[in-house]
T-cell receptor, first 114, second 109 residues
């Protein structure tokens, strides 16, 4: 149990569907992150939120839309995805994004695009 | 952003000590060194973090020489369950830390 919970664990969707990934942390942290991990590739940082404000967007396509309503919850809204978007999507949190405190990761959502 | 270089893979046997070295020639004064472990279909897990000299916790030790241009993660007496990918990250802010390809450690019986 890492204190970071992601749902669903698995998701299969067509390219025209709209779905959302959810992340919740119970650690009292103020920074949250979305990462993408494709097969045999390093983790790619997608978005960073500090105190509910987005502080980083690493040139992620607009078909991925993050939302952070409070410091404990993070969503990733998906629409019109492409087959190359199939990957493991990981959420993480840390005490804040402006220090080097370790990140705590969830176990991810395995996304498959048909 | 300080870049890191690690071996792509390593093999070991149960009960042996494993040392994984990470090179970070461009490390900055304020940068820390952080190691994570990742099992298949799970998120990375924090192992250890250090700035200089030696850090030890219940699962690993981290050795950092005086010039800080490299670091070595030491896993004492590994078991089959230590088979995983190990990542070395360098940075002073979480926002600036990037995961590389990591080192895939395989522990054999």
């Amino acid at each position: 149990e890492t204190g970071v919970t992601q749902t669903p664990r698995h998701l299969v969707m067509g390219m025209t569907n709209k779905k959302s990934l959810k992340c919740e942390q119970h650690l009292g942290h103020n920074a949250m992150y979305w990462y993408k991990q494709s097969a045999k590739k390093p983790l790619e940082l997608m978005f960073v939120y500090n105190f509910k404000e987005q502080t980083e967007n690493n040139s992620v396509p607009s078909r991925f839309s993050p939302e952070c309503p409070n410091s404990s919850h993070l969503f990733l809204h998906l629409h019109t995805l492409q087959p190359e978007d199939s990957a493991l999507y990981l959420c993480a949190s840390s005490s804040d994004g402006i220090s080097n405190q370790p990140q705590h990761f969830g176990d991810g959502t395995r996304l498959s695009i048909l | 952003l300080a870049k890191t270089t690690q071996p792509i893979s390593m093999d070991s046997y149960e009960g042996q000590e494993v040392n994984i070295t990470c090179s970070h020639n461009n490390i900055a004064t304020n940068d820390y060194i952080t190691w994570y472990q990742q099992f298949p279909s799970q998120g990375p897990r924090f192992i250890i973090q250090g700035y200089k000299t030696k850090v030890t916790n219940e699962v690993a030790s981290l050795f950092i020489p005086a010039d800080r241009k490299s670091s070595t993660l030491s896993l004492p007496r590994v078991s089959l369950s230590d088979t995983a990918v190990y990542y070395c990250l360098v940075g002073d802010l979480n926002n600036d830390m990037r995961f590389g390809a990591g080192t895939r450690l395989t522990v054999k019986p």
